[in-house]
C-alpha cells in the first residue's frame, strides 16, 4: 500500500505559478511511475504529467507542455509538478497518483484544489 499526500495548491492570478508536491509512504517510492492528474467541475479527469520510477522519461498532457514540470526527488519520496504561465482553464483538483507497474495507477491521493482567475 502507497499513502499519497498532495500539497500546494492555491488561489493565483492567470500567469502566476505555483508548485505542487506529494508526498509519498508505505512503500518504497523509487518502485513506482508517479503521474498528476486533474479534474475540473463537470468535466471528466485528465491527465496531466507522468515520470517515470528511473526519472528518465517523462510525459506531458499537450495542453500543459512547455508550461508544466514534473520531477520527483526518490530521496525524499516525493514527486512535484512545477506549473508557470497558468491559466484560468488549468483551475481543477490535482491529484498524485502512482502505479507499480504498466496500465492503470494504483494508488491516488485525495488531491489539491488549484484556482486560476483570470
Known amino acids: 500500500q502507497v499513502q499519497l499526500v498532495e500539497s500546494g495548491g492555491g488561489l493565483v492570478w492567470a500567469g502566476d505559478s505555483l508548485r505542487l508536491s506529494c508526498a509519498a509512504s508505505?512503500?518504497?517510492?523509487?518502485?513506482?511511475?508517479m503521474g498528476w492528474f486533474r479534474q475540473a467541475p463537470g468535466k471528466e479527469r485528465e491527465f496531466v504529467a507522468s515520470i517515470s520510477r528511473s526519472r528518465s522519461s517523462t510525459s506531458y498532457a499537450d495542453s500543459v507542455k512547455g508550461r508544466f514540470t514534473i520531477s520527483r526527488d526518490n530521496a525524499k519520496n516525493t514527486v512535484y509538478l512545477r506549473m508557470n504561465s497558468l491559466k484560468p482553464e488549468d483551475t481543477a483538483v490535482y491529484y498524485c497518483?502512482?502505479?507499480?507497474?504498466?496500465?492503470?495507477?494504483?494508488?491516488w491521493g485525495q488531491g489539491t484544489q488549484v484556482t486560476v482567475s483570470s
Open positions: 497518483a502512482a502505479r507499480s507497474g504498466v496500465g492503470r495507477y494504483n494508488y
Open positions: 508505505g512503500r518504497t517510492f523509487s518502485n513506482y511511475d
